[in-house]
């Protein structure tokens, strides 16, 4: 299996490097992170340069690419400690390829063109309901003609900054969970919809918000995919999300690393560069064996979704892996550069607090564990 990059794929990183580099520097995200802004300017970048429509075929405005070429163009946007989480327009893209109708589809695809930023947020947790989709509660109901939802939903990404949501909604008449639930194209800005923001820990340049749906009213035209198949539709794009989340957990793992590393040749302590201590030496060399086997990961679930295989074990097994080294890569990182790491002055901070994200966003390490276990359990069962 040879994962050598192609003369394209280096290019397309030698671009965003630059790019990055050239327009981007750590001031700029350090006062969207600050201020809790999302960075427009940098997302408009990304799809100047065509970055995050990598995959999307090309009348749809993206540029062919495959699994591998997409995942490490979004390690190198965290390599260079941008906030490689924000991908995730070519998904959105995808997605509506896969089950939206054309309306939909067209309207995905002129967001993303025009601003780089998703289209859509993806509203599916609820206060009582996170690992446990089963248990969502928000309803979707008929009259005279037209589409009514009504539930809580809560820690919904992307609420307040893009300018569409998908709404996952049950038949309050169905009996079976995975027969019920329904997606829904919403405008936030719709009567019945209220957003209450909520204050993160990390991920401060993307909104996060309790949505709260009144007699939202919808049309059958807005319907996204099949009735009663939401919950199936979700299956789909999660297996494709958690390799996404890999990707974007060895980036900023590699970022650290590399600072932490410069700085142990730089601090001097006891009179030499604190490089030179064993202790120090041992957890860069830690740090390294974890990000290569990171890389091993993402690379080689991008060449399975490539050749057919199926991520339903793999994908489970490279996101908890992946999410759990790189806070362990970040945080020794942290350790190396000791109080400048602590400080708002040093990326590694703001790495340190965005990459929490991945071990609960997109499954639990909890249910990523439940779902390999269960895969791997059944590979034996003879």
């Known amino acids: 299996m040879d994962f050598s990059l192609t003369e394209e794929q280096e290019l397309i990183l030698d671009s965003i490097r630059e790019m990055i580099a050239r327009d981007f520097p750590e001031e700029y995200f350090k006062k969207c992170d600050r201020d809790y802004a999302y960075p427009l300017e940098f997302m408009q970048a990304l799809a100047d340069n065509g970055i995050n429509t990598l995959g999307v075929p090309e009348e749809l405005g993206g540029t062919p690419a495959d699994t591998l070429t997409q995942m490490l163009a979004i390690v190198e946007v965290g390599r260079m400690g941008a906030p490689a989480f924000l991908m995730s327009a070519a998904h959105n893209i995808h997605n509506m390829m896969n089950f939206g109708n ?13 601003t780089g930023t998703p289209a859509y947020s993806l509203a599916i947790t609820e206060p009582q309901a996170g690992s446990d989709n089963n248990m969502m509660s928000t309803t979707y109901t008929r009259k005279n003609g037209k589409v009514y939802l009504n539930g809580t939903k809560i820690f919904i990404t992307g609420a307040a900054d893009y300018p569409y949501m998908l709404v996952v909604a049950r038949d309050p008449e169905g009996k079976d969970p995975k ?21 993160k820990v990390g991920w401060r340049m993307v909104s996060n918000c309790e949505v709260f749906l009144d007699d939202v009213e919808v049309d059958e035209s807005d319907m996204v995919g099949e009735e009663g198949k939401g ?12 390799l996404t989340i890999a990707a974007y957990s060895l980036g900023p ?12 040749n730089q601090r001097v302590a006891f009179g030499q560069a604190i490089g030179k201590f064993q202790l120090i030496q041992d957890k860069l060399t830690q740090m390294a064996i974890k990000i ?5 990961y993402v690379y080689h679930m991008s060449w399975e979704e490539d050749n057919g295989h199926s991520l339903r074990l793999s994908s489970a097994l490279g996101k908890l892996y992946c999410s759990q080294a790189s806070q362990e890569v970040i945080d020794d990182a942290m350790q190396i550069m ?8 040093c990326r590694i901070g703001r790495m340190w607090r965005d990459i929490r994200m991945s071990r609960i966003g997109g499954g639990t390490d909890e249910i990523m564990t439940y779902i390999a276990g269960r895969q791997i359990l059944k590979q034996y069962d003879d």
């Open 102 to 114: 054309e309306e939909q589809l067209a309207k995905t695809v002129e967001v993303v063109s025009t």
């Open 253 to 264: 793992a590699i970022c650290a690393y590399e600072d932490a590393a410069r700085y142990a």
């Open 292 to 296: 290569e086997n990171m890389k091993n």
């Open 338 to 345: 000791g109080g400048v790491g602590y400080t708002d002055d």
């Open 231 to 242: 919950f199936l539709h979700l299956m789909k794009n999660f297996e494709i999300e958690r």
């Open 179 to 199: 027969r019920c639930f329904t997606m829904w194209w919403v405008d936030p800005k719709a009567k019945g919809v209220k957003l209450n923001p909520l204050h």
